[in-house]
């Protein structure tokens, strides 16, 4: 079974400032994962697939990246909307245990 | 605009059963897999089972299998999840999620979007 680990566990920034989450795969998963963001109190959102395809409707300054078994999201101006969790997700279903960003 | 709106949840016995439902709208139900993911109080997220467009195809996590059975009913849009033998370890917000791709299959693909999600909580 692939586990995802992220890192850090909990991020402080602040608005302005470039955000950059990690997720390691316990082995390849090619270019099979993807990034969620949940809100408090709200239902996960898709925000990439595939590492590098941003879903319909996100903001262009979320992008993934990497293959194999480092991956990247990053935030390139952090907005204060985007104060929430990250969750990865192999695309066989398997989730990260999340990243939290939270405003410094 | 695509809607998923769960509902069935609640404080249940453990050993006890409960079944979910999600009424979908929005979209070309028949067309799409739907899947089941919950999320334990202040936890991260588990995919529970997915079933494709014609439920041919089902798909469990390994903690549930064996207790839980999805279904799905395309000419009413909703989609079912049968709870049986509950354990305190099952609760958790339970989220009705539609697949990414057109007929893609039940194992394997993203989730989008999610309903809100409905409750379930096993205790005595």
């Given at each position: 079974?692939?586990?995802?680990?992220?890192?850090?566990?909990?991020?402080?920034?602040?608005?302005?400032?470039?955000?950059t989450?990690?997720?390691?795969a316990?082995?390849?998963?090619?270019?099979?994962?993807?990034?969620?963001?949940?809100?408090?109190?709200?239902?996960?959102?898709?925000?990439?697939?595939?590492?590098?395809?941003?879903?319909?409707?996100?903001?262009?300054?979320?992008?993934?990246?990497?293959?194999?078994?480092?991956?990247?999201?990053?935030i390139?101006?952090?907005?204060?909307?985007?104060?929430?969790?990250?969750?990865?997700?192999?695309?066989?279903?398997?989730?990260?245990?999340?990243?939290?960003?939270?405003?410094? | 605009?695509?809607?998923?709106?769960?509902?069935?949840?609640?404080?249940?016995?453990?050993?006890?059963?409960?079944?979910?439902?999600?009424?979908?709208?929005?979209?070309?139900?028949?067309?799409?897999?739907?899947?089941?993911?919950?999320?334990?109080?202040?936890?991260?997220?588990?995919?529970?089972s997915?079933?494709?467009?014609?439920?041919?195809?089902?798909?469990?996590?390994?903690?549930?299998?064996?207790?839980?059975?999805?279904s799905?009913?395309?000419?009413?849009?909703?989609?079912?999840?049968?709870?049986?033998?509950?354990?305190?370890?099952?609760?958790?917000?339970?989220?009705c999620?539609?697949d990414?791709?057109?007929?893609?299959?039940?194992?394997?693909?993203?989730f989008?979007?999610?309903?809100?999600?409905?409750?379930?909580?096993?205790?005595s």
């Amino acid at each position: 079974e692939i586990v995802l680990t992220q890192s850090p566990a909990t991020l402080s920034l602040s608005p302005g400032e470039r955000a950059t989450l990690s997720c390691r795969a316990s082995q390849s998963v090619s270019s099979y994962l993807g990034w969620y963001q949940q809100k408090p109190g709200q239902a996960p959102r898709l925000l990439i697939y595939d590492a590098s395809n941003r879903a319909t409707g996100i903001p262009a300054r979320f992008s993934g990246s990497g293959s194999g078994t480092d991956f990247t999201l990053t935030i390139s101006s952090l907005e204060p909307e985007d104060f929430a969790v990250y969750y990865c997700q192999h695309r066989r279903h398997t989730f990260g245990q999340g990243t939290k960003l939270e405003i410094k | 605009e695509v809607q998923l709106v769960e509902s069935g949840g609640g404080l249940v016995q453990p050993g006890r059963s409960l079944r979910l439902s999600c009424a979908a709208s929005g979209f070309t139900f028949d067309d799409y897999s739907m899947h089941w993911v919950r999320q334990a109080p202040g936890k991260g997220l588990e995919w529970v089972s997915g079933i494709s467009w014609n439920s041919g195809n089902l798909a469990y996590a390994d903690s549930v299998k064996g207790r839980f059975t999805i279904s799905r009913d395309n000419a009413k849009n909703s989609l079912y999840l049968q709870m049986n033998s509950l354990r305190a370890e099952d609760t958790a917000l339970y989220y009705c999620a539609k697949d990414f791709e057109v007929r893609g299959p039940p194992d394997d693909n993203w989730f989008d979007p999610w309903g809100q999600g409905t409750l379930v909580t096993v205790s005595s």
